[in-house]
């Protein structure tokens, strides 16, 4: 005897096929599971079991892919990827069955498939959902497991940009693209120069930074920052990913001072402290700020001490693409129309000098990253 939707309840396992797992992050705490590249096919099957001795109906088993969106300013979260396969048809079920899968990404239409990123303003995550469609007189039983997915796409070298980073650079840019960072306005100068204009997460960036100091002013502390403005919709917030000390006590000096040169005096033109905040900004993203030297009066202005003749230092460091705190993913900037909904998540390397005055001086470049290979596990420790 039947007894309707009592004794028709599916046991339901899903069992995917990986060669890594990676910690995803949520609402609710972590979990290891199954990792992909955005180019790969996810495969594996799913066991239905009904209850022993029984026959139970059902009118075909369902697997969807499902990508989504969480904002948790206002706690709210978008669908916005749907790829749908049916492994098995209308029938009855009287023992253990299992069903096998396979979703192509690279076949999938109509949607961008991004990477997983659990971020500070969103997460963006994925999940495999198994539906047994059943009769209206029960329940549709389903389940779902959790997975995630990474964009392996190795970075461009030196200067070259690819069409990846080109499509950013065409969607605006809040600091320059180059792998020059110089300031100006310190009262002697400083730049610094690495090797590449792109970056793959983990790769060593190698920095040259060339620095004149002013013999009454000397630098207190040079730092490079890795940071990230992640957006979503209209909310936006800066990140600090790592910050490293340059160690300038180790300068060699590249270029003793002329002799003969005479000392300058130095005129600077600073942002004023009252000034607003789109002017100070635009002070420190500029990417090459004015700055006068001239010989003038008294009457003219008040002057600092001369800066004699001074030699030029240089120190050489590595600086890993890693983070120290909060998320570090690929770069993203999309607007995904079908979840309603913008998403930026953009990085940017910050030089910044602090003289024994407690003055501080700094200029930004965005930098553009990706990921050479998947970030994972081998295997489920």
Same mark, same amino acid.
């Given at each position: 005897?039947?007894?309707?939707?009592?004794?028709?309840?599916?046991?339901?396992?899903?069992?995917?096929?990986?060669?890594?797992?990676?910690?995803?992050?949520?609402?609710?705490?972590?979990?290891?599971?199954?990792?992909?590249?955005?180019?790969?096919?996810?495969?594996?099957?799913?066991?239905?079991?009904? %209850?022993?001795?029984?026959?139970?109906?059902?009118?075909?088993?369902?697997?969807?892919?499902?990508?989504?969106?969480?904002?948790?300013?206002?706690?709210?979260?978008?669908? =916005?990827?749907?790829?749908?396969?049916?492994?098995?048809?209308?029938?009855?079920?009287?023992?253990?069955?299992?069903?096998?899968?396979?979703?192509?990404?690279?076949?999938?239409?109509?949607?961008?498939?991004?990477?997983?990123?659990?971020?500070?303003?969103? /997460?963006?995550?994925?999940?495999?959902?198994?539906?047994?469609?059943? %009769?209206?007189?029960?329940?549709?039983?389903?389940?779902?497991?959790?997975?995630?997915?990474?964009?392996?796409?190795?970075?461009?070298?030196?200067?070259?940009?690819?069409?990846?980073?080109?499509?950013?650079?065409?969607?605006?840019?809040?600091?320059?693209?180059? /792998?020059?960072?110089?300031?100006?306005?310190?009262?002697?100068?400083?730049?610094?120069?690495?090797?590449?204009?792109? =970056?793959?997460?983990?790769?060593?960036?190698?920095?040259?930074?060339?620095?004149?100091?002013?013999?009454?002013?000397?630098?207190?502390?040079?730092?490079?920052?890795?940071?990230?403005?992640?957006?979503?919709?209209?909310?936006?917030?800066?990140?600090?990913?790592?910050?490293?000390?340059?160690?300038?006590?180790?300068?060699?000096?590249?270029?003793?001072?002329?002799?003969?040169?005479?000392?300058?005096?130095?005129?600077?033109?600073?942002?004023?402290?009252?000034?607003?905040?789109?002017?100070?900004?635009?002070? #420190?993203?500029?990417?090459?700020?004015?700055?006068?030297?001239?010989?003038?009066?008294?009457?003219?202005?008040?002057?600092?001490? %001369?800066?004699?003749?001074?030699?030029?230092?240089?120190?050489?460091?590595?600086?890993?693409?890693?983070?120290?705190?909060?998320?570090?993913?690929?770069?993203? /900037?999309?607007?995904?129309?079908?979840?309603?909904?913008?998403?930026?998540?953009?990085?940017?390397? #910050?030089?910044?000098?602090?003289?024994?005055?407690?003055?501080? =001086?700094?200029?930004?470049?965005?930098?553009?990253?990706? #990921?050479?290979?998947?970030?994972?596990?081998?295997?489920?420790?």
């Amino acid at each position: 005897m039947n007894l309707g939707w009592w004794d028709d309840i599916f046991e339901l396992e899903i069992s995917l096929d990986s060669e890594h797992f990676t910690n995803r992050g949520g609402l609710l705490g972590s979990a290891k599971c199954p990792l992909y590249d955005t180019k790969s096919t996810i495969t594996g099957k799913v066991i239905v079991t009904p %209850p022993p001795n029984t026959a139970v109906w059902q009118y075909g088993v369902d697997v969807e892919l499902q990508g989504s969106v969480s904002q948790f300013t206002d706690f709210e979260t978008s669908e =916005y990827l749907k790829v749908k396969t049916k492994v098995s048809d209308e029938g009855y079920i009287s023992a253990k069955t299992e069903f096998a899968f396979e979703i192509d990404l690279t076949k999938v239409k109509n949607f961008l498939i991004l990477e997983t990123y659990d971020g500070e303003l969103f /997460h963006y995550s994925y999940e495999l959902i198994v539906t047994i469609v059943r %009769p209206w007189y029960t329940f549709n039983v389903q389940k779902a497991a959790m997975l995630a997915i990474q964009n392996v796409h190795e970075a461009p070298r030196g200067d070259k940009l690819d069409d990846v980073a080109q499509s950013l650079i065409e969607k605006g840019s809040e600091a320059p693209i180059s /792998h020059v960072i110089k300031i100006n306005d310190y009262s002697g100068t400083c730049f610094l120069t690495y090797d590449h204009l792109c =970056y793959n997460i983990g790769d060593v960036l190698i920095g040259n930074l060339t620095f004149k100091e002013d013999p009454q002013i000397h630098i207190a502390e040079v730092k490079l920052v890795l940071y990230k403005i992640e957006k979503a919709d209209v909310e936006e917030s800066e990140y600090n990913v790592k910050e490293q000390i340059i160690d300038i006590s180790k300068a060699t000096v590249v270029k003793e001072p002329e002799k003969g040169e005479e000392p300058t005096e130095t005129v600077q033109e600073q942002v004023p402290n009252d000034a607003g905040e789109e002017q100070k900004a635009a002070e #420190r993203v500029a990417d090459e700020p004015e700055v006068k030297t001239a010989k003038v009066s008294p009457d003219e202005v008040e002057l600092k001490p %001369p800066i004699g003749p001074v030699a030029e230092k240089l120190v050489t460091f590595e600086f890993k693409m890693e983070p120290v705190s909060h998320t570090l993913g690929v770069t993203l /900037h999309e607007d995904l129309k079908e979840a309603d909904v913008f998403l930026s998540v953009r990085y940017y390397l #910050r030089l910044v000098i602090k003289d024994i005055q407690g003055n501080t =001086y700094w200029n930004t470049n965005e930098v553009i990253l990706y #990921r050479k290979a998947l970030k994972g596990t081998s295997q489920v420790v």
